[in-house]
C-alpha cells in the first residue's frame, strides 16, 4: 500500500521566512495530493492540493511544487507570520474524495515573532 | 462550503463499555465517509471506509468486531466503539466526500474519547 515520509517533523522560523516541508509518497499510481493544516485539537483544514497532470500550485503566501518522477511534492510557504504556527500533514490518494487519505507523519511548523 | 459535524466533541466513559460516535454532512450527501484515529501528537490513521448501504472497508489491524460502523443514510454515519478500554482513548475524525464536490474530503471537527 501507499506510504507516505514527511520532513522535518518540527521546523522552527523567523516571521518573515520562507518555510518548506517535503514529502515522498510510494505508490505510484497516486494522483491526489492534498496539504492539510491542524490547530491543537481541531480538524484537518485543506489549505492547497495539487493533482499529478500539475507540476505547481500557488495560492498567495502558499504553493505546493510535485515531482512525479522522483514521487516526491513540498509545501512553500512564503513571509511566514505567527498564525502560521500549526501541524502540517501531507496526504496522497489515488484521485477523487472518494479514495482514502494516506497522511504523512506531520511537520510541526513554529512561527516565531 | 460543505460542512461535517461530529457528536460528541469529547466523551468520558468506564473501561468496557461502549461509546457511539456520529458524524454528519449537514449540506451535502455523502455515500462515503471515512474514520481516522489520532493519537497524541500523531498523524491520522484511516480506520475504515464507511459507504451508504453497505458493509465498511476496515484497514488491517482494525478490529471490525470492535469498531462498528454503520452508513444507514448519505448524511449519517455512526462509530460505535465496543468493550472500550483505556488504549482506546483518541481523537476521533470523520471526513465525508461530496458528490457535488468529488475532490475533496472534508473533516469533522473530531471526538475526544476518555477511557478511564
Known amino acids: 500500500g501507499e506510504n507516505v515520509e514527511q520532513h522535518p517533523s518540527t521546523l522552527s522560523v523567523q516571521e518573515g521566512d520562507s518555510a518548506v516541508i517535503k514529502c515522498t509518497y510510494s505508490?505510484?499510481?497516486?494522483?491526489?495530493f492534498p496539504w492539510y493544516k491542524q490547530e491543537l485539537g481541531k480538524r484537518p483544514q485543506l489549505i492547497i492540493d495539487?493533482?499529478?497532470?500539475?507540476g505547481e500550485k500557488k495560492d498567495q503566501r502558499i504553493a505546493v511544487t510535485l515531482n512525479k518522477t522522483a514521487k516526491h511534492f513540498s509545501l512553500h510557504i512564503t513571509e511566514t507570520q505567527p498564525e502560521d504556527s500549526a501541524v502540517y500533514f501531507c496526504a496522497a490518494s489515488r484521485g477523487t474524495g472518494f479514495q482514502k487519505l494516506v497522511f504523512g507523519t506531520g511537520t510541526r511548523l513554529l512561527v516565531s515573532p | 462550503g460543505a460542512v461535517v459535524s461530529q457528536h460528541p466533541s469529547r466523551v468520558i466513559c468506564k473501561s468496557g463499555t461502549s461509546v457511539k460516535i456520529e458524524c454528519r454532512s449537514l449540506?451535502?450527501?455523502?455515500?462515503?465517509m471515512f474514520w481516522y484515529r489520532q493519537f497524541p501528537k500523531q498523524s491520522l490513521m484511516l480506520m475504515a471506509t464507511?459507504?451508504?448501504?453497505?458493509?465498511?472497508?476496515?484497514e488491517q489491524g482494525v478490529e471490525k468486531d470492535k469498531f462498528l460502523i454503520n452508513h444507514a443514510s448519505l448524511t449519517l454515519s455512526t462509530l460505535t466503539v465496543t468493550s472500550a478500554h483505556p488504549e482506546d482513548s483518541s481523537f476521533y475524525i470523520c471526513?465525508?466526500?461530496?458528490?457535488?464536490?468529488?475532490?475533496?474530503?472534508?473533516f469533522g471537527p473530531g471526538t475526544r474519547l476518555t477511557v478511564l
Open positions: 464507511s459507504n451508504e448501504g453497505s458493509k465498511a472497508t476496515y
Open positions: 505508490d505510484s499510481a497516486s494522483n491526489y
Open positions: 495539487i493533482r499529478s497532470n500539475v
Open positions: 471526513s465525508a466526500a461530496s458528490l457535488l464536490h468529488t475532490d475533496t474530503q472534508y
Open positions: 449540506d451535502f450527501q455523502a455515500t462515503t
